[in-house]
């Protein structure tokens, strides 16, 4: 199995609608990370998480929001998507050297 | 802050022939530094690290790179090139220690010609 997982892995939606992306992990890290892909620019960091009580803004958080249920999982949210929203969204964990990714969830925003 | 910067979005190479990716970096302190490799429709993998200690690190799959702190780099490198590299490899930099984030560089695009 995974030691990270993404749900859904694609996502089609429309402008204006809340959409959720999850992440579990089995590797037992506190560190957790949600990043964005866009090509050409690499992977911009949206919000980290340290430990559940824990939350910290990336990059690019505007427009983004994040729920740490368990030291497990990591969830990602969109209020009211919007089509620059589309893009490939990665998961990752760290134990503090080094961050270890999920498969990504490719969101399109209509 | 901290940056880095890959030259070269695509680079193509033949089968065989020696690979190198570049990667520059700017830290104002001790930095981390680390290369990923995706494949195409996957999450990032990690090819090697450095952290401390040794400078020439090696990794997975025959890739090795090292650290030069004078010119700010860690190049990536394999000396013959196979048709299962062909894929985007990212360097990325986090700040040595606490290690929090990661600033990723936009990534090269690695081709194999047969």
């Known amino acids: 199995d995974a030691d990270v997982t993404q749900t859904p892995r694609n996502r089609i939606t429309k402008t204006g609608k809340r959409i959720m992306l999850e992440c579990s992990q089995t590797?037992?890290?506190?560190?957790m990370y949600w990043y964005r892909q866009d090509p050409g620019l690499g992977l911009r960091l949206i919000y980290y998480?340290?430990?559940?009580?824990?939350?910290n803004k990336g990059e690019i958080s505007d427009g983004y929001s994040v729920s740490r249920q368990a030291q497990a999982k990591f969830s990602l949210s969109l209020e009211s998507a919007i089509p620059n929203q589309t893009a490939l969204y990665f998961c990752?964990?760290?134990?503090?050297?080094?961050?270890?990714f999920g498969p990504g969830t490719r969101l399109t925003v209509l | 802050a901290q940056s880095v910067t890959q030259l070269g979005s695509h680079v193509s190479v033949s089968e065989g022939a020696l690979v190198l990716l570049r990667c520059n970096y700017s830290?104002?302190?001790?930095?981390?530094l680390f290369w990923y490799v995706q494949y195409p429709n996957q999450g990032l993998q990690l090819l090697l690290k450095?952290?401390?200690?040794?400078?020439l690190v090696k990794g997975i799959n025959g890739f090795e790179a090292e650290f030069k702190k004078s010119e700010t780099s860690f190049h990536l490198t394999k000396p013959s090139a196979h048709m299962s590299d062909a894929a985007e490899y990212f360097c990325?930099?986090?700040?040595?220690?606490?290690?929090?984030?990661?600033?990723f560089g936009s990534g090269t695009q690695l081709t194999v010609l047969p």
């Open positions: 998480s340290f430990d559940v009580k824990d939350i």
């Open positions: 830290s104002s302190v001790p930095p981390y």
């Open positions: 990752a964990t760290s134990a503090g050297q080094g961050q270890y």
């Open positions: 450095y952290t401390t200690g040794a400078t």
């Open positions: 990325a930099v986090s700040e040595a220690g606490s290690a929090r984030q990661l600033t």
């Open positions: 590797k037992g890290h506190d560190r």
